[in-house]
T-cell receptor, first 115, second 111 residues
Framework: KAGVTQTPRYLIKTRGQQVTLSCSPI?????VSWYQQTPGQGLQFLFE???????NKGNFPGRFSGRQFSNSRSEMNVSTLELGDSALYLC??????????????FGSGTQLSVL | DQQVKQNSPSLSVQEGRISILNCDYT??????FLWYKKYPAEGPTFLIS?????DKNEDGRFTVFLNKSAKHLSLHIVPSQPGDSAVYFC??????????FGQGTELSVKP
């Protein structure tokens, strides 16, 4: 069974640009969560989607948005990039929503650098 | 507001000895706790979990202890092996809610 796939693996953007990251969950998984990892801050929760509906949202500005498609694939968009958005963005999938004690399966992440 | 805290950013242990990673939380409503391990250039992988109704869960070399009165969680690795060198994240879950992670502790096991 293929794991969680995130594309692209690396991305370099400049301030003010926007970026779209993609995540394909494990086949059969309907829940997708997004996390931002920065040194010293650990994994900060961005949002979670289940069956194309956003279930939970973290404390990030509106520049961060996401969506989930009918095939459970998810995209995350960041508009008007800032230097502080440089981070590793991780996507995780699970069979059911995370609130039901489901284990998360993570992808390898997209390393975003904002110059 | 950091509800889950790992106050030690790094830990160095000799091979064969015990590694103890600690985690503190502030929200008494968390009902499930998990540990994830992360190698460089890879996503975190699930290691072990514990329900809030238990105080210990063991899986091979890994044991998680939960002290609810102290709001403290710890992961014991015995014996430690060089392949255990990684960043360890603890996470806590609210019933029906999102998973909240700590900042991570980088474990280095020296041969």
């Amino acid at each position: 069974k293929a794991g969680v796939t995130q594309t692209p693996r690396y991305l370099i953007k400049t301030r003010g640009q926007q970026v779209t990251l993609s995540c394909s969950p494990i086949s059969g998984h309907r829940s997708v969560s997004w996390y931002q990892q920065t040194p010293g801050q650990g994994l900060q929760f961005l949002f979670e989607y289940f069956s194309e509906t956003q279930r939970n949202k973290g404390n990030f500005p509106g520049r961060f948005s996401g969506r989930q498609f009918s095939n459970s694939r998810s995209e995350m968009n960041v508009s008007t990039l800032e230097l502080g958005d440089s981070a590793l963005y991780l996507c995780a999938s699970s069979l059911a929503p995370t609130g039901l004690r489901e284990k998360l399966f993570f992808g390898s992440g997209t390393q975003l650098s904002v110059l | 507001d950091q509800q889950v805290k790992q106050n030690s950013p790094s830990l160095s242990v000799q091979e064969g000895r015990i590694s103890i990673l600690n985690c503190d939380y502030t929200n008494s409503m968390f009902d499930y706790f998990l540990w994830y391990k992360k190698y460089p250039a890879e996503g975190p992988t699930f290691l072990i979990s514990i329900s809030s109704i238990k105080d210990k869960n063991e899986d091979g070399r890994f044991t998680v202890f939960l002290n609810k009165s102290a709001k403290h969680l710890s992961l014991h690795i015995v014996p430690s092996q060089p392949g255990d060198s990684a960043v360890y994240f603890c996470a806590a879950k609210l019933s029906g809610g999102k998973l909240i992670f700590g900042q991570g502790t980088e474990l280095s096991v020296k041969p």
